[in-house]
């Protein structure tokens, strides 16, 4: 990415899952200021297809092989929140050409032995297990073997961009792990929400329980994943918000102890309204939707037996969100 030297126009998707990282780490790391990145609220097709989408693309095209036009004084960064229960709120301008927002705070959350995220770390010691190796069958976000933890907003809070997890995980039976963490909005009841990804319109329902319960139709919130014996970061090539591993070597998961594993998690926009709950979720199996109902209960999974997460003491768990104020458009 830092060879690029033509201007750059970066579509970037919360719920792609293929695409969605390299979008964002593209736009980072191309190294001049001729760049430009959306993020929708949409499946991604919806939105490259969009008439809105064709013209700005001609308008970038047009400027750079025909003739300047008005497209430098575009924003050079439009971000999306999801409410999940009301439209997106798209096209948010950023006063400066970054990703992350310069201005984004980092919120730290323990978890508890009350199943709660909490901004005070726990001084008891305790554990959740949770059965690894349990395949999961619908893909509907509440299979089995999965365990949560949530956090209730006290007032408005916008999440933005990469999360990151820090959790101490023990297997008793090896010989490798692969940990899933997961980011739901919940509302105040604690009823998990869903963002539909294409407008009921489009779609011709009438509502959201219409729509097939799939990747590209419902976004359900982002996800880490992380086998542990990959758990090698290569630090030359990692950001202060976003750790890339190195895959250079395999490193020992020791049977039986509490290692402390860090599961970068992909980037997101999420409005939590006052009461409003942020739920992470912790398995061994991807807990979101399948890319097609065919699909459904076909995931593989390479875990054995029970794996146990730790808390509190020498062993504090947590969460680590992106929180920012980005003006009077939220």
Not at 164 to 185: S, W
Not at 263 to 285: C, D, N, R, Y
């Amino acid at each position: 990415m830092d060879q690029i030297e033509v201007p750059a126009y970066i579509l970037a998707s919360y719920s792609t899952m293929l695409h969605t990282l390299g979008s964002f780490r593209g736009y980072e790391e191309i190294p001049h200021d001729k760049k430009w990145l959306v993020v929708h609220g949409t499946q991604e097709w919806y939105d490259l297809y969009s008439p809105e989408r064709i013209q700005e693309l001609a308008d970038f095209f047009d400027c750079y092989t025909k003739a300047p036009n008005e497209w430098e004084s575009t924003p050079r960064v439009r971000a999306t929140v999801l409410p999940y229960n009301q439209p997106a709120l798209t096209n948010i301008p950023f006063e400066e050409p970054f990703w992350p927002h310069r201005q984004t705070k980092t919120k730290r959350l323990f978890l508890n032995s009350e199943g709660r995220l909490t901004e005070i770390q726990p001084k008891e010691p305790g554990q959740s297990s949770y059965q690894a190796d349990f395949a999961p069958i619908w893909q509907r976000g509440s299979d089995s073997g999965e365990i949560q933890f949530s956090f209730t907003f006290p007032h408005r809070t916008t999440i933005l961009g990469s999360s990151r997890a820090i959790i101490y995980v023990e297997t008793k039976t090896g010989p490798d792990m692969d940990v899933y963490v997961h980011l739901r909005k919940a509302d105040r009841t604690g009823k998990l929400l869903e963002h539909v990804n294409i407008p009921l319109k489009d779609l011709g329902v009438a509502s959201a329980e219409e729509v097939p319960l799939t990747n590209p139709m419902k976004y359900f919130g982002p996800h880490g994943i992380l086998r542990a014996s990959y758990r090698d970061v290569a630090e030359e090539i990692s950001k202060p918000h976003w750790k890339t591993l190195s895959h250079r070597r395999r490193l020992p998961v020791n049977v039986g102890e509490a290692m402390r594993l860090e599961i970068e998690i992909w980037p997101t926009g999420m409005l939590f309204e006052a009461g409003e709950q942020l739920v992470m979720k912790i398995s061994g199996h991807f807990m979101g939707p399948a890319e097609f109902e065919a699909l459904q209960g076909t995931f593989p999974v390479r875990n054995e037996g029970e794996h146990t997460v730790s808390w509190g003491g020498a062993s504090a768990s947590y969460l680590e969100i992106p929180t920012v104020k980005i003006g009077d458009d939220l």
